[in-house]
């Protein structure tokens, strides 16, 4: 079963050069009312990865947390199994990663936000 953020990451290949991956055409969406300027070109090179980089932490959690469920279904339950999914180290790294992709997406969003003042006013 694909997970919501996984189906953001995990789009084929394929549909990627067909223009369907739908954070590529975000992307592109917003590189369409952003100056055209080198500094603009970057910006959104970094929040692509950020926001790619986010959604694959955030697919790490969910998993993590899917996988604690699986330990728990009865065809499955045994006290190392749930040792084995309560192992929360991977998680926690992939939190804190979370909170610095949060800060440094917000950061890159209000610094887009200016840019498009920018065109909008000039």
Do not use: C, I, K, Y
């Not at 926001?51 to 697919?59: N, S």
């Amino acid at each position: 079963m694909t997970t919501p953020a996984a189906a953001l990451v995990a789009v084929p290949a394929t549909l990627r050069r067909s223009g369907a991956d739908p954070l590529r055409q975000s992307m592109e969406h917003l590189g369409h009312v952003l100056p055209v300027r080198a500094d603009s070109t970057v910006l959104l090179d970094f929040l692509e990865d950020d926001l790619r980089e986010g959604l694959d932490a955030l697919g790490d959690v969910e998993a993590h947390f899917t996988d604690v469920l699986d330990a728990l279904h009865p065809d499955a339950l045994s006290p190392l199994g749930m040792l084995q999914a309560g192992d929360e180290q991977l998680v926690l790294q992939r939190l804190e990663l979370l909170m610095d992709v949060v800060t440094r997406v917000r950061r890159r969003l209000s610094q887009a936000a200016g840019l498009m003042r920018q065109t909008t006013t000039t």
